[in-house]
C-alpha cells in the first residue's frame, strides 16, 4: 500500500525486487565476509549479515540525498573512501590472524561483528555509486521520488539481511560439520586471507 500511494506500481516493484536479487545473489565482499563470518558461528555470521544490510540503508540514504552524486562528481573524495575501506579490509584480516578469528574451533566474541559489518558495507564508494546509478531507474522522477528511493533501498536491504543471515546460517553449519578436523585452522587463513585479498582489489581497482 505504501509503494502504490508513492507511485511505485506493483509491477515495478516486482522488477525491482527480481534485479535486486540477482545483484544480491552474485558474490561480493559483503558474501564472502558474511561467509567468513559465519564459518566462526552462527551469532557473528547473522550479526555481520544484519550489519551489511544497515550499510544498504545507509548508502540508500547516501543517494537519496545526493551524496552518492557528489562522490561521482568528485572522483579524490570517492578514491579517499576506497583507499579507508581497502585499509580496513587488510585490517581485519591481520586482526582474523593474530586472533584466529575465523577458525571455528576457537570461540571469539560476536560483539563487534555487526558494526564491522556496517562498516564493510559503508565503506566501499562503488556501492553509493551503484545505488546512484540503480535506484533512480525504478524511483522514476517527481515530488515523492526521494521517498521512492528510501522505500526501494529498504526493501534491498531486507533482501540483503534474510539472504546473506541464509548465508551465515550455512557457514555455520560447514563450521560445526569440521569441527575438531585439521581443516579448521586451514579456515582461518581462508577466512582471513579473503579479507587480505579484497582489501588489496578495492585498493587497486
Known sequence: MTGIALGLNPATLLAFCAAAIAL???PGPDTMYVLARGLDGRES???SAFGIATGVLFHTMLATLGVAALLQTVPEAADAIQYVGAAYLI???VVALRDDEFDPAVETDASGSFRRGVLVNALNP???LFFLAFLPG???NGPAAGERMALLGAVYAVLTAI??????LGADRLGDALAGTRVTRALNYVGAGTMLLLGVVLAVE
Open 45 to 47: 555470521g547473522v550479526r
Open 138 to 140: 525504478f524511483a522514476g
Open 126 to 128: 562503488k556501492v553509493a
Open 163 to 168: 539472504y546473506l543471515s541464509v548465508v551465515a
Open 24 to 26: 544480491i545473489l552474485t
Open 91 to 93: 585490517y581485519l584480516g
